[in-house]
């Protein structure tokens, strides 16, 4: 079996790692140009277990679950424990995730009601909402994740990594599916697997297959100098608002933006956002004293119904292409889990029964 995997962000590197231990005797090519302005290239690496989605929340308990017991692939993503607040725009729904998240990481979760929001640092929060606090969330390196993976999977896992610009994707008529890449060189595929983020749609829409479902959005933090105390890990969702401390005694601030359908390649970046961003922190914690903007990071990454990363096939293409994607910006805390079962997944589907999925045994880098 040939299979590719086109896309050089966290998600596709992992995904090949995956597939080439599920699947010894496939033969993996992983196609890629990283681009520098990437989503794993601009990831702030928050990691925890809630999340308000039931799958997505399934996938970043798994995903930390895996992360927290192997010492391997801790120093792989360079982990630090972090402690997280995440605060719910509906408090519905949040009593049983707990219990979910409590029943995996034993005494990591607790609520906090809005009047004693003053014991997390927070001012008081208008309306009827609960804190899910983690004290076993964390942060990683998405960059130096997919830097160690790309590592070590061509020495012990058998994959070949083509770093050469991919043209298109094309349907033969039944036939394998031709990847032209630059050159130009055609490569013929009997499965291949978009993972290319952000350039997942434009890609599509090139090679002439359906692409309407996958939209992309700009995504925008700054850096903020700080004097004195910072919050922990948080996200206030009914104001958008999320925060991470960083080195340097740091604070990662952004806001969702509105800027659907923007070019990956210049994503933009505005001042305006990295203010309100600012005014908002300000406003939630009132110890919090911030300096101007030491840098803004712009990044554009994939949307598609949803918002799960996760494998979907092509229409049209009879299970020969797929797509990898539908991190909306949040992905390095559920993709070791949704590739272990995107690669499980996509052995299942070429029904070949020597080929059986196998779990994750430590490795030596």
Not at 115 to 135: I, M, N, S, Y
């Amino acid at each position: 079996m040939r299979a590719a995997i086109v896309g050089g962000g966290l998600a596709g590197s992992l995904l090949a790692w995956r597939l080439a231990r599920v699947a010894p005797t496939w033969d993996i090519d992983l196609i890629r140009e990283p681009s520098p302005a990437d989503a794993t290239a601009a990831s702030g690496g928050a990691v925890r277990a809630y999340e308000a989605e039931a799958q997505q929340r399934q996938l970043a308990i798994d995903s930390l679950l895996e992360l927290r017991a192997s010492p391997i692939l801790r120093r792989w993503a360079g982990y630090r424990e972090l402690e997280a607040v995440y605060v719910p725009e509906h408090p519905a729904g949040v009593g049983a995730a707990v219990e979910q998240i409590g029943q995996a990481l034993p005494d990591s979760v607790r609520t906090v009601a809005a009047p004693d929001f003053a014991t997390l640092g927070w001012a008081q929060h208008p309306g009827d909402v609960l804190a899910v606090v983690e004290r076993r969330a964390g942060r990683i390196s998405p960059s130096q994740l997919r830097h160690a993976v790309l590592a070590d999977a061509p020495v012990r896992r058998g994959v070949r990594i083509i770093a050469r610009p991919l043209r298109s994707v094309a349907d033969h008529a039944g036939e394998p599916i031709g990847c032209t890449l630059a050159g130009p060189i055609e490569r013929r595929y009997d499965v291949v697997v978009v993972a290319a983020g952000a350039w997942t749609g434009q890609l599509l829409a090139a090679s002439g297959w359906p692409a309407d479902a996958y939209r992309t959005k700009a995504i925008q933090y700054a850096l903020y100098p700080v004097r004195g105390w910072r919050p922990s890990q948080f996200v206030d969702e009914p104001n958008g608002l999320y925060g991470l401390p960083v080195d340097d005694g740091a604070l990662l601030l952004g806001v969702p933006t509105r800027r659907w359908g923007v070019d990956p390649d210049r994503p933009g970046r505005t001042l305006e956002l990295a203010g309100q961003a600012a005014r908002l922190a300000e406003a939630r914690f009132p110890r919090l004293r911030l300096g101007p903007p030491q840098r803004i990071v712009g990044a554009a990454d994939c949307y598609v119904a949803g918002s799960v990363l996760a494998l979907r096939p092509v229409s049209g293409s009879a299970g020969r292409l797929y797509t990898f994607t539908g991190g909306s910006g949040g992905a390095a805390k559920t993709a070791l889990a949704a590739s272990q079962r995107a690669a499980t997944e996509l052995v299942d589907a070429t029904a070949l029964p020597e080929l059986a999925p196998t779990g994750l045994r430590e490795v030596t880098p």
